[in-house]
């Protein structure tokens, strides 16, 4: 909630107006092209909107941005003070839409897996397909190595996941958190 005395940015503001983002943009967008023109196209908006918002943003901020000719347009003192902080406002808010984007966009990452070549109970191909397609924000780096190389690999970090055969002697420390997919008995066949 907005202070009483200061609009949504901490300005001081008689009226609880408050600096809007859209000032902000015009505002370098002006200060980036030297014309109300060049700036108005760059902006998609008519020449006297953003004309009536600069004025607006300097009203609300108490001071000239932009000293004025009928050929030019140059930076105020103000105006200078202002910019790199405008620049960064806008910086901010985009990366605050891009926070938002992202946890309704799925998840954002990398994952590293690793699995043994001969698992039987898991295919890792069809596995990372369907985890792709539901999860596209996610990059898989996938290694496929002996359980005794995965799971080093994972004590050094260099994994974050691995499916392995889990042999007793892999236990000592118990350093790992391991979750059964599944329990299979080995038949071992030969000629009569």
């Not at 898991?122 to 780096?141: M, Q, T, V, Y």
């Amino acid at each position: 909630m907005a202070h009483p005395d200061f609009g949504p940015v901490g300005v001081r503001s008689g009226d609880n107006v408050g600096v809007e983002l859209r000032q902000i943009e015009y505002f370098v967008a002006v200060a980036e092209e030297s014309s109300f023109t060049r700036a108005a196209e760059r902006s998609q908006v008519s020449q006297s909107g953003l004309s009536a918002a600069i004025r607006s943003l300097e009203r609300e901020l108490g001071s000239s941005l932009f000293h004025r000719t009928t050929r030019s347009v140059q930076l105020s003192r103000a105006g200078m003070a202002l910019l790199p902080k405008a620049r960064e406002m806008l910086r901010l808010a985009t990366a605050g839409r891009d926070a938002v984007a992202a946890t309704t966009a799925g998840l954002q990452g990398f994952l590293r897996l690793g699995a043994e070549q001969c698992l039987g109970v898991i295919d890792p191909p069809a596995l990372l397909e369907r985890f792709k397609r539901r999860e596209p924000g996610i990059d898989i780096a996938f290694t496929q190595a002996g359980s005794a190389f995965l799971l080093r690999q994972l004590r050094e970090e260099q994994l974050d996941i691995a499916f392995v055969a889990r042999p007793e002697s892999s236990r000592r420390g118990d350093d790992l958190h391991w979750i059964q997919l599944s329990q299979q008995g080995l038949v071992l066949l030969s000629a009569r």
